[in-house]
């Protein structure tokens, strides 16, 4: 793994085909047992609110709980790899669920529909204890976030094949694409559960941010052309359809395709026949 500045661990090529596929990557246990246990005092007191645009740097100061969470080697790599240096912070919130209480969410994606073909924000969530499936962590629906829905659009959906339901041990960070169809589930423990989430607006084109070393592996393409078992026969081209899209976008291959799919209706032939 190649590291940045200040021990940052960037991603590989392969996570990041990853998240262009799955809409998400999942970090488990990195965040140490003692910022953990810390976390459950920070969080139960609140995190100060920091106006919407404010550079991360600033919204989270030096020495500040938050601050040295997003300064954890593999956090501060995975956020740097996403969106880039010194990221805008578009909102922050500290979500949690009493005991046997709370409501299943219904599925969403975050805010309106969202159709830059080039960016995307991101939102970190941090789980600063071990969440078991009777806790009601996040689902979320792989694959899901190229799909363009506004809002709640898909809030009558109540299971879709191959969803995932968080179950992580402490110090788990996921970040998601700000377009994956996701809910919080109701707390069925005798736990009270946290989770802290930030989510990041890119200040530079995320392009080649990344570890690239690894670009030309072939497990870069099997990552690209997951299929997820929601995924409708002939609809469902369409979300590798969009991958291809953003992993042009990303890496600047305007060639780049998977069988094809792009190039073939791309084609605009300038030549007059003879």
């Not at 940045?4 to 998400?24: C, H, I, N």
């Not at 246990?37 to 020495?63: D, I, K, M, N």
């Not at 209480?101 to 204890?129: C, K, T, W």
Request: glycine share 8%; aromatic share 8%; hydrophobic share 40%.
């Amino acid at each position: 793994m190649k590291t940045k500045d200040m021990g940052e661990v960037l991603l590989t090529s392969a996570q990041m085909a990853r998240f262009v596929a799955r809409g998400s990557l999942r970090l488990d246990a990195v965040v140490p047992p003692e910022m953990n246990a810390e976390a459950l005092h920070v969080l139960a007191e609140g995190v100060p609110p920091v106006p919407y645009g404010t550079a991360v740097s600033r919204a989270f100061p030096q020495g500040t709980f938050v601050h040295r969470l997003l300064e954890l080697p593999q956090v501060a790599g995975a956020l740097r790899s996403l969106v880039g240096p010194e990221p805008n912070v578009d909102h922050h919130a500290v979500h949690l669920r009493e005991p046997h209480g709370g409501e299943a969410q219904p599925l969403h994606a975050d805010a309106v529909i969202d159709v830059r073909p080039d960016a995307f924000d991101v939102q970190l969530m941090y789980y600063p204890h071990q969440v078991t499936l009777e806790m009601g962590g996040t689902l979320s629906v792989p694959g899901s976030h190229l799909r363009r829905t506004n809002e709640s659009d898909t809030g009558r959906y109540q299971n879709l094949r191959g969803q995932d339901r968080l179950v992580c041990p402490a110090g788990t960070v996921v970040f998601l694409h700000h377009g994956l169809w996701h809910g919080g589930r109701r707390n069925d423990s005798d736990t009270l559960r946290y989770m802290f989430k930030i989510r990041f607006n890119p200040v530079v084109r995320q392009r080649l941010l990344w570890d690239t070393a690894d670009l030309d592996d072939p497990q870069v393409l099997r990552e690209l052309d997951a299929h997820f078992p929601w995924y409708e026969q002939a609809t469902g081209r369409l979300e590798r359809y969009q991958r291809i899209l953003l992993w042009r976008e990303l890496t600047g291959d305007a060639t780049f395709d998977l069988d094809h799919w792009v190039t073939r209706v791309a084609n605009r032939p300038q030549e007059d026949a003879a």
